[in-house]
């Protein structure tokens, strides 16, 4: 029994008889409750496990919408698809077959204009961006593709990645 | 010192948690009981105080005495379970309508038994306070380190247990003392007045 703290004999005697009345049996460890609460230890590997799956479906997220700068799934979705099989490209206008001569004036497939070039042969016309593309001096003109959009030389630095936008001045002109 | 402090515990050790369940089971019941007052409210708060620790037992700091870290979850406990103790018994009053039932009547009690039961009555930082003090034989400053208050804290929870055991219990406890028990501890009192 520990040593009296300055209460009095018998009142500390009272106490201590009134406390060691409770029944005391011997404590058996493998009996205790601590011993039989496995199921909070299972628990843990199972939410390390839902943790783990979660952060990684936050990571792929944050992937797509860095590459894609879209939050729809679909269209990360469409890009991973895309990445994994390149879409074979498209072939060029002049390996395209024209329309059959035979073809009547004013009928046309849908979407193109039909336009007399000659008294019989029918042309399908340009599409319609060609039609307004500035006139450039043929000094100014790059060795390249003649259907290309061609810009104004304008000073720009030279590291600088994306082309100017052409000078809206000169639409309108088209076909000069 | 606690038996239980003599050899050192290992945190996260499971023999050593069972060693310490062992040596200190015992204690921790009867400052339990000194609480609640119902040997059976007593033992359920005491498991459930080794499950907690049980729990924390990884984390636990091997320079601070296991049985002062035990004694403060089971106060924490019995404080809890008390609480909810008393809210339950609102709540049958308030299902019954009709009166409550009154506390046992000090004089019909066997002497021992009358302690318990006024102990009991006390509210439980009270009487865990006074147990701790009288019966266990911490001092003020390993109850205040255990319960995480201040020295000066123990001495006024000491003082109003006292004052309300006079009250309940008779003139026969009117012997205790008005302020700290010893000379250490009223200067330990007034050192943090």
Sequence with gaps: ?176 | MAPSDAQPFVPGSREDFDRLYRQTYPRLLRTAYGVLGDPCSAEDCVQEAFVRAFEAWPRFRPERPAEAWLQQITVNVAISHQRRQRLRAVGEVLRRLGRPQPSPDPAALSDDAAVVAALAALPPRLSATFVLRYYHGYTNREIAQSLRISERAVGLRLSAARRQLRDRLGEEWSELPDQGGSRVDRSSVRADA
């Design chain 1, 1 to 176: 029994m520990p040593e009296s703290n300055h209460l009095p004999e018998h009142l500390r005697a009272r106490l201590a008889r009134g406390l060691d009345a409770v029944p005391e049996l011997r404590p058996r460890p493998e009996q205790a409750a601590y011993a039989r609460r496995r199921y909070r230890a299972a628990r843990r590997p199972a939410l390390a496990l839902l943790s783990g799956a979660s952060a990684l479906i936050a990571l792929a997220a944050l992937a797509g919408l860095a590459s894609t700068g879209s939050a729809n799934p679909v269209v990360w979705t469409g890009r991973a698809i895309s990445e994994i099989h390149p879409a074979e490209p498209t072939p060029s206008p002049a390996t395209e077959p024209t329309t059959p001569p035979a073809a009547a004036p004013g009928a046309g497939a849908s979407g193109q204009q039909v336009r007399r070039v000659g008294p019989t042969a029918v042309r399908p016309s340009p599409p319609p961006d060609d039609r307004f593309l500035p006139t450039i001096p043929p000094g100014f003109l790059p060795p390249s593709d003649p259907r290309l959009p061609r810009f104004s030389p304008r000073p720009f630095p030279t590291d600088f990645p994306f082309p100017t936008p052409p000078n809206t001045s000169d639409f309108g002109h088209g076909g000069r």
